[in-house]
């Protein structure tokens, strides 16, 4: 095996040292990092002039990953469960990732996370983008999924042109966004987070779009006492949008649709499904989106007012 130049450094000044190469073009990919007791050797490329050692080293593309569960939105990292080595061979082996957070779960009306720094940069902003849109998400004021990227998609591409919608829980807009980014559209966009309704607002600005959107900061209760004849229902909430659906059904018009959300224990869909049906509710489409455990799953519902 060939010599090699690596930088070595004790554990704890690994992210930071790692940040730095990356930035000025020293850290070298081919390579892969190494471990020695509570050091780190981190490899760099040929024209490096600090301090260093050399030791013998096969070159390899085929970089380590990270094995694990988590969600990334843009450059930050979510974790379900706490692993400090989980999070560290994140960042080491996902360069766009900065950040990464240990989510201790979702809580109140307004959906925030709580969320513990296990590795990286204390920041929960971060900019991410997905189906051609651009969002800013601060993941300790609004509550953002990544997972739903397809499901917005499959909207989107339900909607036509001249539809009126009713955005229940727009949250910072990305189902109402990348909707009003494809379709000529009227948009009612409301969210009891007023944080995550001002994130809405700038993410409306940051893409442009053919459709209107109308931002409010309100529980969908009230927002839907301004709402008649709605051609679409989005009722993204799914560990509370049963709560709300009379007063979905109520703003929509007959023929109408809903797009609904639900995280539902797999052997009581078809008790929700008859609970939909008896509001004259016609289920349209039915499908786990993802697991959340291993008897519940996420479920999206097409459903159309008779």
């Given at each position: 095996?060939?010599?090699?130049?690596?930088?070595?450094?004790?554990k704890?000044?690994?992210?930071r040292?790692?940040?730095?190469?990356?930035?000025?073009?020293?850290?070298?990919?081919?390579?892969?990092i190494?471990?020695?007791?509570?050091?780190?050797?981190i490899?760099v490329?040929?024209?490096?002039?600090?301090?260093?050692?050399?030791?013998?080293?096969?070159?390899?593309?085929?970089?380590?990953?990270?094995?694990?569960?988590f969600?990334?939105i843009?450059?930050?990292a979510?974790?379900k469960?706490?692993?400090?080595?989980?999070?560290?061979?994140i960042?080491?082996t996902?360069?766009?990732?900065?950040?990464?957070?240990?989510?201790?779960?979702?809580g109140?009306?307004?959906?925030?996370?709580?969320?513990?720094l296990?590795?990286?940069?204390?920041?929960?902003?971060?900019?991410?983008?997905?189906?051609?849109?651009s969002?800013?998400?601060?993941?300790?004021?609004?509550?953002?999924?990544?997972?739903?990227?397809?499901?917005?998609?499959?909207?989107?591409?339900?909607?036509?042109?001249?539809e009126?919608?009713?955005?229940?829980f727009a949250?910072?807009?990305?189902?109402?966004i990348?909707?009003?980014?494809?379709?000529?559209?009227?948009?009612?966009?409301?969210?009891?987070?007023c944080?995550?309704v001002?994130?809405?607002?700038?993410?409306?600005?940051?893409?442009?779009?053919?459709?209107?959107?109308?931002?409010?900061?309100?529980?969908?209760?009230?927002?839907?006492?301004?709402?008649?004849?709605?051609?679409?229902?989005?009722m993204?909430?799914?560990?509370?949008?049963?709560?709300?659906?009379?007063?979905?059904v109520?703003?929509?018009?007959?023929?109408?649709?809903?797009?609904y959300?639900e995280?539902?224990?797999?052997?009581k869909?078809?008790?929700?499904?008859?609970d939909?049906?008896?509001?004259?509710l016609?289920?349209?489409?039915?499908?786990?989106v993802?697991?959340?455990?291993?008897?519940?799953?996420?479920?999206?519902?097409?459903?159309?007012?008779?």
């Amino acid at each position: 095996m060939p010599p090699k130049k690596f930088v070595r450094v004790r554990k704890h000044m690994a992210e930071r040292t790692i940040r730095d190469l990356r930035n000025a073009g020293l850290y070298d990919t081919n390579y892969t990092i190494a471990r020695d007791g509570d050091y780190v050797l981190i490899p760099v490329t040929d024209d490096y002039s600090g301090e260093h050692v050399v030791m013998e080293a096969e070159p390899t593309n085929m970089r380590r990953s990270a094995s694990g569960s988590f969600d990334t939105i843009g450059s930050i990292a979510i974790m379900k469960k706490y692993d400090e080595a989980l999070a560290n061979d994140i960042l080491l082996t996902h360069k766009k990732i900065r950040s990464v957070f240990f989510d201790e779960g979702v809580g109140g009306p307004e959906r925030i996370r709580k969320l513990r720094l296990v590795a990286g940069e204390n920041n929960t902003v971060t900019e991410y983008r997905e189906n051609g849109c651009s969002f800013t998400v601060d993941v300790a004021k609004a509550y953002f999924s990544p997972r739903l990227a397809t499901e917005r998609r499959r909207i989107v591409d339900q909607v036509s042109d001249g539809e009126f919608i009713f955005d229940m829980f727009a949250g910072v807009g990305p189902i109402s966004i990348e909707i009003a980014r494809y379709r000529r559209v009227r948009i009612i966009a409301a969210d009891i987070n007023c944080d995550a309704v001002e994130m809405l607002k700038e993410n409306m600005e940051k893409n442009p779009l053919r459709g209107i959107i109308e931002p409010f900061c309100e529980d969908a209760r009230i927002a839907a006492e301004r709402v008649t004849g709605a051609d679409r229902v989005i009722m993204n909430h799914p560990t509370a949008s049963f709560e709300f659906i009379d007063y979905a059904v109520k703003t929509l018009r007959e023929g109408g649709v809903i797009n609904y959300y639900e995280f539902l224990d797999n052997s009581k869909v078809d008790k929700r499904i008859s609970d939909l049906e008896m509001r004259s509710l016609i289920p349209l489409d039915v499908h786990p989106v993802h697991s959340y455990s291993k008897t519940i799953s996420l479920y999206s519902m097409t459903l159309k007012k008779a």
